[in-house]
């Protein structure tokens, strides 16, 4: 028969085996759990690095979409002031297949008034205007202002004539100048300043309108 004290061991013996069966079987569940929670919080992550980059690869097409805006309105710009030249071109071509009898005939046949002269010497003297005040000015938009005004002159009194052309070339150039200083041909570094070589074309100029009839 056993003592009550070794009863009283068998029984804390079997209890703290007991207890400690427990303590492993809790062990293993708050592990299981850690690593379900260490699984999960490294999915959540993925996921967030994921999102991430794509927003990272959002903003970057925006930011190429952006920097396209300009080009896109260059390209529109570029394409008004080709239909302009196409134009002009177009009345420049009307012009020369006029064969000169024809043109003879239609002179003879159109006696040119006094208005007419009125509106040559008024070109001339806007253009020699403008030459003149080269030297005190250095604004390239109110210059273009100037020639886009004596331009529609020049076309409502020739009807067509190269020099439309050649002041469309000009004004193009005027569009993106800062200065009348900047170089004309802004890609060769020995080209001469707008004001300069906008000086020698108006002389061009008037010379031809003097002989024009």
């Not at 302009?84 to 009898?101: E, H, R």
């Not at 331009?151 to 004004?171: A, N």
């Amino acid at each position: 028969m056993e003592e009550p004290n070794d009863l009283t061991l068998n029984d804390l013996s079997k209890s703290f085996k007991e207890f400690d069966e427990k303590i492993g079987a809790f062990s293993s569940i708050l592990e299981k759990f850690g690593l379900d929670i260490i699984t999960k919080m490294g999915q959540t992550n993925l996921k967030i690095t994921q999102l991430t980059d794509k927003i990272n690869e959002l903003d970057k097409a925006t930011i190429d979409i952006k920097s396209l805006i300009p080009q896109l309105s260059n390209v529109i710009e570029n394409q008004k002031i080709l239909e302009k030249d196409l134009d002009l071109i177009k009345s420049l071509i009307i012009n020369i297949n006029i064969s000169p009898s024809k043109k003879e005939g239609v002179e003879d046949v159109i006696e040119r008034n006094e208005s007419a002269t009125d509106k040559k010497e008024s070109i001339i003297s806007q253009l020699n205007d403008l030459k003149a005040d080269l030297e005190d000015s250095d604004d390239p938009q109110a210059v273009k202002s100037i020639l886009e005004k004596i331009k529609e002159e020049i076309f409502e009194f020739t009807g067509g004539h190269r020099i439309l052309y050649e002041i469309s070339q000009v004004t193009n150039r005027l569009n993106s100048a800062k200065s009348l200083s900047d170089l004309f041909d802004a890609e060769n570094s020995s080209s001469e300043s707008i004001e300069k070589y906008l000086e020698e074309k108006i002389e061009f100029w008037i010379n031809k309108l003097m002989v024009k009839n």
